[in-house]
C-alpha cells in the first residue's frame, strides 16, 4: 500500500475495537472516585458486597449497552437516509 491509501477496518476489526474500550472503561470505572463523594455504585444493585471483579462486569456489561442503543440509533438514522436519498419515504 502507497502512503495515501487507507486499509478499511472490517466490522469484526470495528466490534473487537470497541469491546476493548469497554474492557478498559469498566476496568478503570470502579477505581475512579466519585465526585460527589459517594460510595454506593451500580453494581450494589446486582450484588450484596460486589467486588472489583464484579464491578468491572457491570462497567463493561453497561458501556456495551450504551454502545449498542448508539448502535441501533446509527443503523436507524443510516436506514431512513438512505431510503430518503432513494426516494422511498416522503
Known amino acids: ?10 466490522v469484526w476489526e470495528i466490534v473487537l ?5 469497554a474492557l478498559l472503561i469498566g476496568l ?7 465526585k ?3 460510595d454506593l455504585s ?9 467486588s472489583y471483579l464484579h464491578k468491572v462486569l457491570v462497567y ?14 446509527a443503523v436507524g438514522y443510516t436506514y431512513i437516509e438512505r431510503r430518503r436519498r432513494n426516494g422511498r419515504l416522503s
Open 17 to 21: 475495537i470497541l469491546e476493548f474500550i
Open 60 to 73: 463493561f456489561l453497561l458501556t456495551n449497552l450504551i454502545l449498542g442503543l448508539l448502535t441501533l440509533v
Open 42 to 50: 451500580l453494581a450494589d444493585w446486582f450484588f450484596e458486597d460486589p
Open 1 to 10: 500500500m502507497s502512503e495515501g491509501q487507507r486499509r478499511k477496518l472490517s
Open 28 to 34: 478503570a470505572m470502579p477505581i475512579t472516585p466519585s
Open 36 to 38: 460527589t463523594g459517594g
